[in-house]
């Protein structure tokens, strides 16, 4: 199994999650297109 960092495995989790349920939301400072203060949301205001 390839090793990730944190931030991508949480990354991944919230991309998984909002990916099976519409209803999924995303709160906090600078999450939008900046990906929040450690970039862990990064890519993912753009694919939703």
């Not at 960092?5 to 209803?23: F, H, L, N, P, Y």
């Not at 709160?27 to 753009?46: H, I, N, S, Y």
């Amino acid at each position: 199994m390839p090793r990730r960092t944190m931030i991508e495995a949480i990354r991944d989790a919230m991309d998984v999650s909002m990916g099976r349920d519409d209803k999924v939301v995303v709160f906090g400072e600078d999450v939008g297109f900046f990906g929040g203060v450690f970039r862990c949301t990064q890519g993912l205001q753009a694919k939703y």
